[in-house]
């Protein structure tokens, strides 16, 4: 089962906007990744956030974590066409024999019109 | 670095044949993994290999679905006999990560688009 839940399931923006997208996610986690999908293409690991930390950045990626809601946010500033693509929250479930086990939400498809 | 590899990228078959897929993971990364996306969907995991071992399969079909990873590097996952609902793109992934701990950060190979007819 799913254990992350994007929102919005689409976004569609204009070159230079800023981009917003939400992660829930139900059990305690170790971590939480995102992961970008170009289309047709496999995912590639763009960010990852401890549970002890609350913000993270990376170029123009800034991740936000709030353990006590169960919920993520991935920014992207000044957004370009080419960041057109699918983008997905991964967690690592905290404890028990997961092994690094990620569970994937179902994504948000975000259009960047030039 | 080379990253992950895979093959066949695209592969189309008949319900009721069989396939296999095959994935060679970054040098050094104990660490293998096999997903399962269907159109729309995020990656589902279907196995997890730690070196030539099973770690989770859990989410394996076992009735028709299998995987080996021997000698702890190459991999195949195998389906026989394929289902119309088993078209997806089928995703191999590695990661450095031994024991339970560390970040799992991972890394995918492009995927192999299977259409069943």
């Known amino acids: 089962s799913q254990q992350g839940e994007e929102d919005p399931q689409a976004l569609s923006i204009q070159e230079g906007e800023n981009a917003t997208m939400n992660c829930s996610y139900k059990t305690s986690i170790n971590n939480l990744q995102w992961y970008r999908q170009n289309s047709g293409r496999g995912l590639v690991h763009l960010i990852l956030i401890r549970s002890n930390e609350r913000e993270k950045h990376s170029g123009r990626l800034r991740v936000t974590l709030d353990t006590s809601k169960k919920s993520s946010s991935l920014l992207i500033t000044a957004s370009r066409a080419a960041d057109t693509a699918s983008y997905f929250c991964a967690t690592l479930r905290a404890g028990g024999t997961s092994y690094g086990k990620l569970t994937f939400g179902q994504g948000t498809i975000l259009t960047v019109h030039p | 670095e080379a990253g992950v590899a895979q093959s066949p990228r695209y592969k189309i078959i008949e319900k009721r044949q069989s396939v296999a897929f095959w994935c060679n993971p970054i040098?050094?990364?104990?660490?293998l993994y096999w997903y399962q996306q269907i159109l729309g969907q995020g990656p589902k995991l279907l196995i997890q290999f730690q070196n030539n071992g099973v770690v989770d399969d859990s989410q394996l079909p076992k009735d028709r679905f299998s995987a080996e990873r021997l000698k702890g590097v190459d991999s195949t996952l195998k389906i026989q006999p394929a289902k119309l609902e088993d078209s997806a793109v089928y995703l191999c992934?590695?990661?450095?990560?031994?024991?339970?701990?560390?970040?799992?950060?991972?890394?995918f190979g492009p995927g192999t688009r299977l259409t069943v007819t």
């Open positions: 040098s050094g990364h104990a660490t």
């Open positions: 992934a590695s990661s450095l990560v031994g024991l339970a701990g560390g970040p799992h950060e991972q890394y």
